[in-house]
């Protein structure tokens, strides 16, 4: 059992989204307060406000690197190469699970549509299958992180 994993999925059950979830699992270790991260990442649920396009459990692991490995100098170009290998490196193993990286084709609705929306959530999916993306988002940027 992977704690932080499994306390990321109690998050979102709390009603924060995938992004929260997964950016809030591991931010106070780098330097990032809860608060603050649940901030940051809000905007970026429904894959991204509900576009349906990148999902928010992607975009807060992707965000989680940024935070370890990131640039913040100007002359730092090998973070930024880094951080970019990296976030590759993790997309390749989540589409490699999942087929894709992005929110619609993931959940099949289109969340951007309200009535896709309405849906969506009558039909469960959040409580089905974004659990198990946010857990298992975490448990693989947990290997990138330990790198």
């Not at 994993?5 to 979102?12: G, H, Q």
């Not at 090998?78 to 084709?105: D, P, Q």
């Not at 609705?109 to 309200?114: A, H, I, S, V």
């Amino acid at each position: 059992m992977n704690s932080k994993a499994d306390a990321s999925v109690e998050v979102f059950n709390k009603g924060f989204n995938c992004a929260q979830a997964v950016l809030s699992s591991h931010c106070e270790e780098y330097g990032l307060e809860d608060e603050i991260a649940k901030k940051i990442a809000c905007g970026f649920g429904g894959g991204m406000g509900h576009s349906a396009e990148t999902c928010g459990a992607v975009s807060g692991a992707l965000m989680l690197i940024g935070l370890k490995y990131g640039k913040y100098r100007e002359s730092d170009n090998e973070s930024k190469e880094k951080t970019y290998k990296l976030a590759n490196e993790y997309i390749t193993n989540f589409k490699k699970e999942y087929g894709t990286i992005n929110c619609r084709e993931l959940i099949k609705y289109d969340l951007g549509n309200e009535e896709e929306l309405i849906k969506a959530r009558a039909s469960g999916i959040f409580g089905e299958l974004c659990p198990k993306l946010i857990k298992r988002s975490v448990e693989l940027v947990e290997k990138i992180l330990n790198q």
